[in-house]
Protein backbone atom coordinates (compact mmCIF):
# COMPACT_ATOMS: atom_id res chain seq x y z
CA UNK A 1 0.00 0.00 0.00
CA UNK A 2 1.02 3.56 -0.74
CA UNK A 3 2.23 6.01 1.86
CA UNK A 4 -0.10 8.89 1.45
CA UNK A 5 1.60 11.88 0.52
CA UNK A 6 1.32 15.05 2.57
CA UNK A 7 3.98 17.25 1.73
CA UNK A 8 3.17 19.96 -0.19
CA UNK A 9 6.14 20.40 -2.60
CA UNK A 10 5.51 16.46 -3.48
CA UNK A 11 1.64 17.01 -4.26
CA UNK A 12 2.52 19.63 -6.61
CA UNK A 13 5.27 17.83 -8.21
CA UNK A 14 2.90 14.48 -8.58
CA UNK A 15 0.46 17.05 -10.32
CA UNK A 16 3.07 18.54 -12.63
CA UNK A 17 4.42 15.34 -13.70
CA UNK A 18 0.21 14.24 -14.82
CA UNK A 19 0.14 17.76 -16.50
CA UNK A 20 3.68 16.56 -18.55
CA UNK A 21 1.95 13.09 -19.32
CA UNK A 22 -1.28 15.67 -20.11
CA UNK A 23 0.54 17.79 -22.38
CA UNK A 24 2.30 14.66 -24.07
CA UNK A 25 -0.97 12.61 -24.59
CA UNK A 26 -1.75 15.44 -27.14
CA UNK A 27 1.29 16.07 -30.25
CA UNK A 28 0.11 19.28 -31.02
CA UNK A 29 0.47 20.27 -27.55
CA UNK A 30 3.45 18.69 -26.55
CA UNK A 31 5.12 20.10 -30.20
CA UNK A 32 3.96 23.88 -28.23
CA UNK A 33 5.38 22.65 -25.11
CA UNK A 34 8.70 21.71 -26.97
CA UNK A 35 9.11 24.95 -28.69
CA UNK A 36 8.92 27.15 -26.27
CA UNK A 37 10.81 25.20 -23.50
CA UNK A 38 13.68 24.39 -26.10
CA UNK A 39 14.32 20.65 -24.57
CA UNK A 40 13.86 18.08 -26.77
CA UNK A 41 11.63 15.00 -26.97
CA UNK A 42 14.72 12.93 -25.85
CA UNK A 43 15.49 14.84 -23.12
CA UNK A 44 11.97 15.57 -21.45
CA UNK A 45 11.86 12.32 -19.31
CA UNK A 46 15.73 13.40 -17.52
CA UNK A 47 14.09 17.21 -17.14
CA UNK A 48 11.07 16.15 -15.55
CA UNK A 49 13.31 15.28 -12.14
CA UNK A 50 13.90 19.00 -12.06
CA UNK A 51 11.53 21.03 -10.06
CA UNK A 52 12.21 24.08 -11.80
CA UNK A 53 10.95 22.38 -15.14
CA UNK A 54 8.18 21.20 -13.59
CA UNK A 55 7.02 24.78 -12.62
CA UNK A 56 7.37 25.42 -16.15
CA UNK A 57 4.76 22.72 -16.92
CA UNK A 58 2.22 23.98 -14.91
CA UNK A 59 3.26 27.68 -16.39
CA UNK A 60 1.75 26.23 -19.46
CA UNK A 61 -1.27 24.72 -18.53
CA UNK A 62 -2.40 27.25 -16.47
CA UNK A 63 -1.78 30.31 -19.41
CA UNK A 64 -4.91 28.89 -20.99
CA UNK A 65 -8.08 28.50 -19.31
CA UNK A 66 -9.01 25.90 -21.88
CA UNK A 67 -6.30 23.50 -21.11
CA UNK A 68 -6.71 24.11 -17.71
CA UNK A 69 -10.26 22.88 -17.86
CA UNK A 70 -9.11 19.97 -20.27
CA UNK A 71 -6.03 18.86 -18.15
CA UNK A 72 -8.55 19.46 -14.54
CA UNK A 73 -11.22 17.06 -16.41
CA UNK A 74 -8.86 14.21 -17.94
CA UNK A 75 -6.79 14.40 -14.37
CA UNK A 76 -10.01 14.69 -12.17
CA UNK A 77 -8.20 17.47 -10.29
CA UNK A 78 -10.21 20.20 -9.66
CA UNK A 79 -8.92 24.12 -11.47
CA UNK A 80 -8.18 24.88 -7.89
CA UNK A 81 -5.84 21.98 -7.16
CA UNK A 82 -3.64 22.65 -10.10
CA UNK A 83 -3.72 26.48 -9.42
CA UNK A 84 -2.22 25.74 -5.78
CA UNK A 85 0.28 23.60 -7.09
CA UNK A 86 1.44 25.77 -9.63
CA UNK A 87 1.81 27.87 -6.68
CA UNK A 88 3.98 25.99 -4.92
CA UNK A 89 6.18 25.47 -7.52
CA UNK A 90 6.25 28.29 -8.56
CA UNK A 91 7.05 29.99 -5.04
CA UNK A 92 11.27 30.30 -4.60
CA UNK A 93 10.93 30.90 -1.11
CA UNK A 94 9.48 27.38 -0.37
CA UNK A 95 11.62 25.10 0.58
CA UNK A 96 11.56 21.21 0.58
CA UNK A 97 10.43 19.86 4.30
CA UNK A 98 13.15 18.15 5.37
CA UNK A 99 12.66 15.55 8.17
Given at each position: MKKPV???????EI???QALG???GDPER?????AETGI????LRNAASNPQFLASVLDFVMRDDA??????????LHPTNIA???QVL??????RDVP
Open positions: HNPREVAVAIFIALGLFLGPETTVKAFAEASEAAHGDPKWE
